[in-house]
């Protein structure tokens, strides 16, 4: 059974960073293309940013792009979200997906393609 556990969360000023890690077990992270998935509270669960399997492409939402960095350790079996000059509409609870899909250079950019699911970490970026 594949298992996915988000850590890093917690509370900054806007403008920080936070780095969150989410580990994969019960599989190997170069068999998924995985992604980081955001909800805010009365949000729907909003696309943040995913890498393909192969690690060869990658995605992120219009909001975060320049500011947040995926990146993923095959060693370690995980994968990262660097979040920098972190905003107040930032603030949600985090979530760490796994996807069976295939594409090699354009990972799903949508929640219903993703698998797995962690439980989440809370972000809180404060003004």
């Known amino acids: 059974q594949v298992q996915l556990v988000e850590s890093g969360g917690g509370a900054v000023q806007a403008g920080g960073s936070v780095r969150l890690s989410c580990a994969v077990s019960?599989?190997?992270?170069?068999?998924?293309?995985m992604a980081w998935f955001r909800r805010s509270p009365g949000q729907d669960r909003e696309f943040v940013s995913a890498?393909?399997?192969?690690?060869?492409?990658?995605e992120y939402a219009d909001s975060v792009k320049d500011r947040f960095i995926m990146s993923r350790d095959k060693d370690k079996n995980e994968v990262y979200l660097q979040m920098n000059n972190l905003k107040p509409e930032d603030t949600a609870v985090y979530y760490c997906?796994?996807?069976?899909?295939?594409?090699?250079?354009?990972?799903?950019?949508?929640?219903?393609?993703?698998?797995?699911w962690g439980r989440g970490t809370q972000v809180t970026a404060s003004s």
């Open positions: 997906g796994a996807s069976d899909s295939a594409t090699r250079y354009r990972p799903p950019r949508s929640a219903d393609e993703y698998k797995y």
């Open positions: 019960g599989g190997v992270v170069t068999w998924f293309a």
């Open positions: 890498i393909t399997w192969t690690g060869e492409g990658s």
